[in-house]
Nanobody
Framework: QVQLVESGGGLVQPGGSLRLSCAAS????????MRWYRQAPGKERELVAS???????KYADSVKGRFTISRDDAKNTVYLQMNSLKSEDTAVYYC???????????????WGQGTQVTVSS
């Protein structure tokens, strides 16, 4: 099995910053693309940012220039640095990853449990 555990969420004022972390654990052989999604109340889950094993990044237009995704493969961890936060960034943020794991090897997509980010004065 594989587990993804997010941390770093919380309450922050508009214009502030937060750094989310997501650590993967279990019988992991390698991790391909890692992603951050978010879901605001009453809205569909949306892709915020992604990073491939080669380091290629993509961002939703709404967060370009404010959020930065990065990864530490030695720690099986992905990060999301969020700056200049706005009230519309309020959501539950979920980590997602494509993982090669287990014996025999299997390739599956895994989700974390989510961490709440609230941007409010």
């Amino acid at each position: 099995q594989v587990q993804l555990v997010e941390s770093g969420g919380g309450l922050v004022q508009p214009g502030g910053s937060l750094r989310l972390s997501c650590a993967a654990s279990g019988s992991i052989f390698s991790i391909n693309t890692m992603r951050w999604y978010r879901q605001a109340p009453g809205k569909e889950r949306e892709l915020v940012a992604s990073i491939t094993s080669g380091g290629t990044t993509k961002y939703a237009d709404s967060v370009k220039g404010r959020f930065t995704i990065s990864r530490d493969d030695a720690k099986n961890t992905v990060y999301l640095q969020m700056n200049s936060l706005k009230s519309e960034d309020t959501a539950v943020y979920y980590c997602n990853a494509d993982v090669l794991w287990g014996t025999p090897r299997r390739f599956n997509n895994w989700w974390g449990q989510g961490t709440q980010v609230t941007v409010s004065s």
